[in-house]
């Protein structure tokens, strides 16, 4: 656990490195890190730089906090992210939200790469996260375990609308205009790094997931504790199927990732030309 000193700790050590004051915060998943490299006027500080910050050891993680500009708003942007599945406690995983939260952040968007569990879906396309299944959290593994931070969020948050109605609508008319094909599903995180087995997938389809991941849940769960509008979004890497003619590979996820990068940096930007500066609206 940390206290409000360490968050306060890291967040100076940033602020120490840019004149940029971030009012929204960006985290790529696996392979999808490419649209830091659009972010203009950018400060970047590796994440071994900051106090208590975790690193990322996961191939297609760079491991670099970025800020600066990205369409008409002051971006921080996670260039990777730590899993609980790297030896990372949960209040590590998701310590970068309260520190962006620290900053100024109030809008967040989430990428990840997952495996597609609904039948319609395919390798390369993006999902519109609608809601997601916390099995990590069921099982014991709460962001928010521990003494609350009244001063952060209340001890028991709602999130029964985790991820922003308003948000997930301008995302829907920037794909509308932009010709790409956004389908829109229920994430589930799994605590990895195996991948699954074609019983856990059956049963994975069965209680309503239609994409599968190892991230994003956490960190939508603290955001949504502070306070903050969140967007989620999935690069479907591959099929996640009971029945594959392969195995599955993070080799696979990294390629696909280079496939979905365009359509995610468009659907991304569209959003933000559409969203008011101070990330209201």
Known sequence: MFTHREYEEAAALIRSRTLHRPTLGLILGSGLGALADQVQGADIVPYGEIPHWPGSTVEGHSGRLVVGRLEAHTVALMQGRSHFYEGYSMAEVTLPVRVMRGLGVRTLIVTNAAGGLHPDFRAGDLMLITDHLNLIGMAG???????????????????????????????????????IVLRQGVYICLAGPSFETPADLRFLRMIGADAVGMSTVPEVTTARHAGMRVLGLSGISNLAAPIVASETTHDEVLLAGQAIVPNLVSLVRGVLRRLPPNGTG
Do not use: C
């Open 141 to 179: 593994f709460s962001p928010l375990r521990g003494p609350n931070d009244d001063s952060i969020g209340p001890r028991f948050p709602d999130m029964s609308r985790a991820y922003d109605t308003g948000l997930r609508r301008l995302a829907l008319e920037v794909a509308a205009a932009e010709g």
